[in-house]
C-alpha cells in the first residue's frame, strides 16, 4: 500500500477516534487523553492507537478505561469510516518523550532567575 494513503488512514483514524473517545468516554475530572499517532498496518487488519495520558497518576484507570471501552469504540469507528474494513485497533500508552521547554516556559524560568538575582 502507498505510505502516503497509509498516512492518510493513520490522520482520518486519529481524527474519528479522537471525536468519539472525547463523545463517548467519561474519564475522571482532571483527566486528559490524546491520541498522539496512529499505526495502522499496511494490510490494515490492525492498528496501533498510541495514547498519552495526563496526569500521570491516573495513567493506569484511564487506560483501563479505554481497553474496557475499545469494542464500542471499534463500533462506533466502523460506523464513521466510510470504508469497507476498518482496522481492528489496539490501543498502547505513548511513552512520555523527555519535555523541551516551550518559549513560554523559557521565558518563565528566565524571570524565575531574575526574580532570584534581585532578592
Known sequence: MA??????????IAQELG??????????QGTLATITRVEAASDLKHADVFITIYPDTRRGTAFTLLKTRAPYLQHLLNEA????????????????????????????????QIRKEKS
Open 3 to 12: 505510505a502516503k494513503r497509509l498516512d492518510k488512514i493513520n490522520t482520518v
Open 19 to 28: 471525536k468519539i473517545i472525547a463523545r463517548e468516554v467519561e474519564f475522571e
Open 81 to 112: 469510516l466510510p470504508v469497507q474494513h476498518v482496522p481492528h485497533l489496539s490501543f498502547k500508552i505513548e511513552e512520555a518523550k523527555k519535555h523541551k521547554p516551550g518559549p513560554e516556559e523559557e521565558v518563565e524560568a528566565l524571570l524565575a
